[in-house]
């Protein structure tokens, strides 16, 4: 046997008492000869598929692993239950088919503990299906107590914070992230079916381009110059499509130093696709048939319940312009502006605020921002945007200061972006000097000048659609999910600090 531990008093301070109790098992294991961290454990079934497959199962044996999560002891027996990915399984066990010592480490197990066990299924007198114990391996001793009531919680940041811990308890939390990795996996499924194909580009950028936003700085010392987390993929992938690769698609990463909310955190997921030789029809049609591949492939139907709501994601979904949009719910109608007076008079009616230098097609901007997002429930495209908020978007040829954009809307949300890519380095170049002046005139998140990406066009990029899908948003709609946070493992989260009068 191995010599008891002692608990040093430093650490006996700044532990509660079920921590010491816990400890104290511990240093019985110890003493007993067994290693309470375990070793590799060969599961060879799952909760569920014992359930499901009973006929086959009873009276078989099986080999299992998984999470205490309840024990009832009665004296010479006792039932508890595991959890594994699959699920929860009642276990049963009995003195006298353990033997005296095997059965007093049953008496000291705590729930959260990590167990192994072999032995038998049959179903109860109540008809539970459960596994008659046979052997008992400890493969990891849990040091902290679950917390009990967890779905109690009001201070549900602390779930975010302990994602581990909210993973434990929370069955229907771990199948959210079950359903996450199913639809990426059918995002790219879907791309791959349509000759895309996948690619990687730079996380690190020494100009951040391909979206209005700030990007995080850092600095590269080899180098002695500042990079950038990528904003956006968008340039190096359109640098692909010059280079010959005719359809790329990428789910990355992206970074943007902006706010926390229900709908943003500053690291996110984005597919970024782009079709040679095609438009933004393409995207368009492109956006409503992954969305609808997802969710009849993960969720068996393209009719969602969101928040309450019955959301049909069945392509086509509906369309309207941008000045539409505003004249339906606004009452104001920019297709017959034509100066920025009579712009700056309709947001002045609307009281919605807007910049010294903010042109007509910005004002409408943020009036459809104000008055229109929150009302486009059921999937909608909305087209017709303005230049000066597309720097990256061709032109409508019979309306040339409209460029040929789109945003895809769910419940109030934009959801994708999508446009006819601007391939004349030209034009490319006049807009971003244009953006260089937004930039000097006190807008931090315009573009900046990238010279490298307009000599790739000068090159020449073929007529192009490209494509945005936010992954996050995506799978918040798939799973009924109310905040941003609720389908990112770790979201962004200010420190906890020690003393709270800091």
Known sequence: MSEEKQIPQTELENLNDQMIVRRDKLAQYEADGVYPFGQRFVAKQHAQEIKDDFINFEDQPVTMAGRLMTIRSHGKTAFANIRDLSGDIQIYFRKDVLGDDNYKHVKILDIGDIIGI?????????????????????????????????????????????????????????????KRTQIVAKVRE??????????????????????????????????????????????????????????????????RNEGIDNRHNPEFTMMESYQAYGNYEDAIRLTENIVAYCAKEVLGTTK?????????????????????????????DFDAVETVEVARAIADRLHVAYGPNDGIGKIMNLCFEEYVEENLIQPTFVYGHPKEISPLAKLKREKPLTTERFEAFVYGRELANGFSELNDPIDQKERFEAQLKEREAGDDEAHRMDEDYVAALEYGLPPTAGLGIGIDRLVMFLTDSASIRDVLLFPLMKPEVADPTE
């Open 118 to 178: 072999e032995g038998h299924v049959f179903r109860t007198h109540t008809g539970e299906v459960t596994v008659k114990v046979s052997k008992l391996t400890l493969l990891s001793k849990a040091l902290r107590p679950l917390p009990e009531k967890w779905h109690g919680l009001k201070d549900t940041e602390l779930r975010y914070r302990q994602r581990y811990v909210d993973l434990i308890v929370n069955p229907e939390v771990r199948d959210t992230f079950i």
């Open 190 to 255: 879907y791309l791959n079916g349509q000759q895309f194909m996948e690619v990687e580009t730079p996380m690190m950028h020494a100009v951040p381009g391909g979206a209005a936003a700030r990007p995080f700085i850092t600095h590269h010392n080899a180098l002695d110059i500042d990079i950038y987390m990528r904003i956006s993929p968008e340039l190096y992938l359109k640098r692909l499509i010059v280079g010959g690769l005719e359809r790329v698609y990428e789910i990355n990463r992206s970074f």
């Open 304 to 332: 969602i319940n969101y928040q309450g709501t019955e959301i049909d994601l069945t392509p086509p979904w509906n369309r309207i312009t941008m000045a539409e949009g505003v004249k339906k719910y606004a009452g104001e």
